[in-house]
C-alpha cells in the first residue's frame, strides 16, 4: 500500500518568515496530493491540494509543489502569521483506492 | 450550510465495553469514511461507506464496525474495548469517486 513520509515533524518560525514542509510518497500510482490543518480541538481542514497532472499550485499565502518523478510534494507557506500555528497533515490518494493516506503531521509554530 | 457533525464530543469508557459514534455528512456528499487518529499521529483510515455498504477497509479487527443509513450518516462501533482504542476518532465525507474529504471535528474516545 501507499507510504507518506513527512518532515520535519516540528518547525518554529518567526512572523513574517517563509515555511516549507516536505512529503514523499511510495505509489507512483498516487495522483491526488491534499494538504490539511489541524488546529488544537478541531478535525482537519483542506487547504490546498493539487493533482498529478499538475506541477504547482498558489492560494494567496500558502503554495504546493510536486514532482512526479522523486515522488514528493511540499507546502510553502509565506509571510507567515501567528494563526498560521498549527499541524499540517500531507496524505497521498492512490488511483483505484477511495480514500487517503496520511502523513504523521508537522507541527507549526509561529512566533510574533 | 452544515458541515461534518460528529456525536458525541467526548467519551470515557471501560475496557470490554462497547461504544457507538455517530456522523451526519456535509450537505449534498453521500460517502462517509472513519479515521482513527491516535495522539501525535496522522489519521488511519478504517472503513468507507457508499450506498449503505462498506466500500473499503483499512487494517482495523472486526472489532470495529460500521453501518450508513438512508440518509448517508453514518455510525462506528467498537466492541470490547481495548486500551489502545483511545483516541480522536474523525469522519470525513465526500461525494461518490471525488477524492475530497471534509472531515468533522471528532470524537475523543478514551478508555479506562
Known amino acids: 500500500g501507499e507510504n507518506v513520509e513527512q518532515h520535519p515533524s516540528t518547525l518554529s518560525v518567526q512572523e513574517g518568515d517563509s515555511a516549507v514542509i516536505k512529503c514523499t510518497y511510495s505509489d507512483s500510482a498516487s495522483n491526488y496530493f491534499p494538504w490539511y490543518k489541524q488546529e488544537l480541538g478541531k478535525g482537519p481542514q483542506l487547504i490546498i491540494d493539487?493533482?498529478?497532472?499538475?506541477g504547482e499550485k498558489k492560494d494567496q499565502r500558502i503554495a504546493v509543489t510536486l514532482n512526479k518523478t522523486a515522488k514528493h510534494f511540499s507546502l510553502h507557506i509565506t509571510e507567515t502569521q501567528p494563526e498560521d500555528s498549527a499541524v499540517y497533515f500531507c496524505a497521498a490518494h492512490p488511483t483505484g483506492y477511495s480514500t487517503l493516506t496520511f502523513g504523521k503531521g508537522t507541527m507549526l509554530l509561529v512566533s510574533p | 450550510d452544515a458541515g461534518v457533525t460528529q456525536s458525541p464530543t467526548h467519551l470515557i469508557k471501560t475496557r470490554g465495553q462497547q461504544v457507538t459514534l455517530r456522523c451526519s455528512p456535509k450537505?449534498?456528499?453521500?460517502?462517509v469514511s472513519w479515521y482513527q487518529q491516535a495522539l501525535g499521529q496522522g489519521p488511519q483510515f478504517i472503513f468507507q461507506?457508499?450506498?449503505?455498504?462498506?466500500?473499503q477497509r483499512g487494517n482495523f479487527p472486526d472489532r470495529f464496525s460500521g453501518h450508513q443509513f438512508p440518509n448517508y450518516s453514518s455510525e462506528l462501533n467498537v466492541n470490547a474495548l481495548l486500551l489502545g482504542d483511545s483516541a480522536l476518532y474523525l469522519c470525513?465525507?465526500?461525494?461518490?469517486?471525488?477524492?475530497?474529504?471534509?472531515f468533522g471535528s471528532g470524537t475523543q474516545l478514551s478508555v479506562l
Open positions: 493539487i493533482r498529478s497532472n499538475v
Open positions: 450537505s449534498g456528499h453521500d460517502t
Open positions: 470525513a465525507s465526500s461525494f461518490g469517486d471525488n477524492e475530497k474529504l471534509f
Open positions: 461507506y457508499y450506498e449503505e455498504e462498506e466500500r
